[in-house]
């Protein structure tokens, strides 16, 4: 089953670590994802920017009988964690990617959680039962 993992902290202190600091957490978590690459199980990983930098198209009020989507700058978040990156891993189970969460959470002090949900690959391209990605070997 493919599992994404969703990493929330507070943008604040994680976009303030020093080069040095951030290159300590980023050994200590290539530490953990390397036995994930090496079985050919670790997907995109990534850090998503501030949320400074995000945009938000959102569903806006009927006008003349046509909703228009607003766009609206940030994500607006009301609380002080966001969410900051991702996984994309195959695990042979939900017990597995919570010990690989747990893992992480260990490297990187400016995590303050992670949330697990498993989904599917949609291949919109293609016909048939190849459109569903549901990972497994």
């Known amino acids: 089953m493919l599992y994404a993992i ?3 902290a507070d943008e604040e202190t994680v976009f303030a670590w020093s080069k040095e600091e951030e290159k300590a957490v980023m050994d200590r978590l290539l530490a953990v994802q390397e036995p994930l690459m090496s079985a050919g199980r670790l997907g995109p990983v990534g850090r998503l920017m501030p949320t400074t930098a995000a945009t ?3 569903k806006g009020k009927s006008v ?3 909703e228009e989507p607003l766009v609206l700058d940030g994500p607006f978040a009301e609380t002080k964690e966001v ?3 991702f996984y994309t891993a195959e695990f ?4 597995a990617a919570v010990a690989f969460s747990k893992e992480l959470s260990v490297a990187n002090p400016g995590s303050t959680s ?3 949900r498993p989904f599917y690959v949609f291949h919109p391209g293609r ?4 459109k569903i990605d549901e990972g497994g070997s």
């Open 127 to 130: 016909m048939g039962d190849d």
């Open 6 to 8: 969703l990493c929330y």
């Open 92 to 95: 042979d189970s939900l017990d």
């Open 56 to 58: 938000t198209v959102r």
């Open 64 to 66: 003349a009988g046509r």
């Open 114 to 116: 992670y949330e697990i």
């Open 83 to 85: 969410l900051l990156g």
